[in-house]
């Protein structure tokens, strides 16, 4: 994990504790982890300070007895605390957690498009997810998978005749074949940009895709019936076509070119 020597990263890690004393903890296990020799106590609060966080002597001092007696440090005579190996394990996983969560954050960030541009961009980023989910859907896609693909595409198929916006349930179906393709790493990061995608579709009252939507159920039945089938070839043939064609219509109507669709490539 990097240092914690800037105020703005304190101001970020902090996003990711409940309260101000939890986040006190965590740095100062993290500032123990860094040395083999004993830290004391004023040390350890000017670190705090340094790093945009204001702590009473008398927290820290609190704290840090509470580190003992869960035994992740240890005083040493009158010269200042030392992580255990304890310690050392429970800081180690919360540092995996906090990058974890960070990078998540990030990537929640980065998933927010603001124009038609961050949009296309977004679209090619799902079309690159969506052929490996697909592949693999066609590879281990259970019975129960399978049935759900075909009742999120009657449901699909349902909207579109009553002419309700088909974009939220054209994603489910997208959404079921992450799932079917059981690798939960795809399925968080799909579900992630879906659901930034429909945020800003919502924006937009005129948006070019709603128009397609019994060309897209023709498509997702398509991409169905392959998985069904276990053709893992042609799911993905049938999955990057079905992306260009919507990164196509988003091209025409907003007027910018893309690098991911079919005709840039």
Same mark, same amino acid.
């Given at each position: 994990?990097? =240092?914690?020597? !800037? ?7 902090? +996003? ?14 993290? !500032? ?12 350890? !609060?000017?670190?705090?300070? *340094?790093? =945009? ?6 927290? *820290? @001092? ?5 580190? +003992?007696? !869960? ?22 996983? /919360? ?21 038609? =541009?961050?949009?296309? #961009?977004?679209?090619? %980023?799902?079309?690159?997810? $969506?052929?490996?989910? *697909? ?8 019975? +129960?998978?399978?049935?759900? /693909? ?19 349930? %054209? ?21 992630? /940009? ?6 800003? $579709? ?10 397609? =939507? ?18 893992? #070839? ?9 992306? #260009? ?9 907003? @007027?910018? *070119? ?8």
């Amino acid at each position: 994990m990097k =240092g914690l020597s !800037k105020k703005t990263t304190i101001l970020e890690e902090y +996003d990711f504790f409940s309260t101000k004393g939890e986040l006190t903890e965590f740095l100062l296990l993290k !500032k123990l982890s860094e040395t083999n020799e004993p830290v004391g106590s004023w040390v350890l !609060k000017t670190m705090l300070e *340094v790093n =945009g966080l204001e702590v009473s002597t008398a927290t *820290v @001092g609190r704290i840090l007895k509470t580190l +003992d007696a !869960k035994k992740y440090s240890k005083l040493v005579e009158n010269q200042g605390r030392l992580l255990t190996a304890k310690g050392q394990t429970y800081i180690s996983h /919360l540092s995996d957690e906090v990058e974890r969560m960070r990078l998540q954050q990030n990537l929640m960030e980065a998933s927010k498009p603001g124009d038609f =541009g961050e949009l296309l #961009d977004l679209i090619i %980023a799902r079309k690159t997810i $969506e052929c490996e989910t *697909v592949r693999l859907a066609a590879l281990r896609a259970t019975v +129960d998978h399978i049935e759900d /693909l075909y009742h999120s595409l009657e449901d699909h198929d349902h909207d579109v005749s009553c002419k309700k916006d088909p974009n939220p349930v %054209a994603c489910i179906f997208h959404e079921k074949i992450a799932e079917a393709s059981q690798n939960r790493f795809l399925i968080a990061t799909l579900n992630i /940009l879906i659901y930034e995608e429909l945020k800003l $579709e919502s924006k937009i009252s005129d948006l070019i895709t709603r128009e397609k =939507g019994a060309e897209y159920v023709q498509h997702h039945r398509l991409i169905a019936d392959a998985i069904r089938d276990r053709n893992a #070839d042609l799911a993905v043939r049938y999955m990057q076509e079905h992306m #260009d064609a919507m990164l196509s219509a988003i091209e025409e109507q907003s @007027g910018v *070119v893309s690098y991911g669709s079919k005709k840039q490539t």
